[in-house]
C-alpha cells in the first residue's frame, strides 16, 4: 500500500493506518514467549473490527501508523497517545509482527517516523515507558536517541505473566517482576527523546547494568504495603 505514506526508511514505509490494517494485524501469529503474548491481538468479528479503527481514528489525542516492508507487508504499527500539539508532546507505542522482531525493522522504522514526527509534525518531544525486561526493545530506542528519565511499576493480571516465577528461563529477568495483591508488577523504564537527541543518538548502546546506573538517581522506591 502507498497511500498516506508519512516516512521511508532503508528497509520499511510508515504511513496512515487504513481499516483493512485491522484484518492484515490480526493475521499476524501469536507470540511464542508468553512473556510478550499480552502484545498478541484479539479476536474479534468485522463489527467489533470497524468500532476498534474508528475509535482509534477519530480520537483527537492519538494517531495510528502502519508499518509496511518494501514489499507492502504490514509488519507493524506505530502509536502516538495524549498527543498534545500545544506541548509540542505524545507517548508512544509501537507493534511488531513476532516474525520480523529482531531483524532492525523497528529501529529503522522509528528513525525514519521520528524525521518526520520533529520536522513535519513540529513536536518537540516523545515519552515512552518499557518493559525493563524488554532489552531488545531498549536497545532500538537507545539508537534512536531515548534517554532514561525515570522508572516506575505497573500492575497487571497474573494470567499475563503466568510461569516468571516458576520457569527457569526467566531467573535472569525475575527481578523486574514482583507479586501484588492483584497478580504481578512489573518495572517499566521512562524514556524521552527530543529533536537534539535524536540528531545526536549514539551509535553505541548500553547494556542492562549500565542503564541501572544511570537510572540510580531515578530510583523509585516500592511503596509499603497498607
Known amino acids: 500500500m502507498s497511500e498516506g505514506i508519512v516516512a521511508r526508511g532503508q528497509k520499511t514505509v510508515v504511513r496512515w493506518f487504513q481499516r483493512e490494517d485491522v484484518d492484515r494485524r490480526q493475521q499476524w501469529p501469536r507470540h511464542t514467549d508468553p512473556l510478550y503474548s499480552h502484545n498478541d ?4 468479528s468485522p463489527r467489533e473490527r470497524d468500532l476498534w479503527y474508528l475509535e482509534h481514528t477519530a480520537n483527537a489525542g492519538y494517531r495510528i501508523f502502519a508499518i509496511d516492508d ?3 507487508n504490514l509488519i507493524g504499527w506505530i502509536t502516538l497517545r495524549h498527543v498534545n500539539p500545544a506541548a509540542g508532546s505524545s507517548v508512544l507505542g509501537i507493534a511488531l509482527d ?5 531483524m532492525g525493522y523497528g529501529t529503522d522504522a522509528m528513525v525514519a517516523f521520528l524525521e518526520y514526527y520533529f520536522r513535519d509534525m513540529g513536536f518537540r518531544e516523545m515519552r515512552l515507558d518499557v518493559a525493563a525486561f524488554n532489552e531488545r526493545a531498549m536497545r532500538c530506542y537507545e539508537k534512536c536517541g531515548f534517554r532514561y528519565v525515570g522508572q516506575h511499576w505497573t500492575e497487571h493480571p497474573s494470567s499475563a505473566f503466568p510461569a516468571v516465577f516458576t520457569d527457569p528461563k526467566y531467573r535472569n529477568v525475575m527481578r523486574y517482576f514482583r507479586r501484588s495483591l492483584l497478580g504481578v508488577e512489573v518495572l517499566y523504564h521512562d524514556m524521552v527523546v527530543d529533536l537534539p537527541s535524536f540528531l ?3 551509535s553505541t548502546v548500553r547494556n542492562n547494568e549500565q542503564i541501572n546506573e544511570q537510572m540510580e538517581t531515578h530510583r523509585i522506591r516500592r511503596p509499603a504495603r497498607r
Open 41 to 44: 491481538p484479539r479476536p474479534m
Open 98 to 102: 513476532p516474525t520480523v522482531m529482531g
Open 70 to 72: 518494501r514489499y507492502g
Open 200 to 202: 545526536n543518538r549514539p
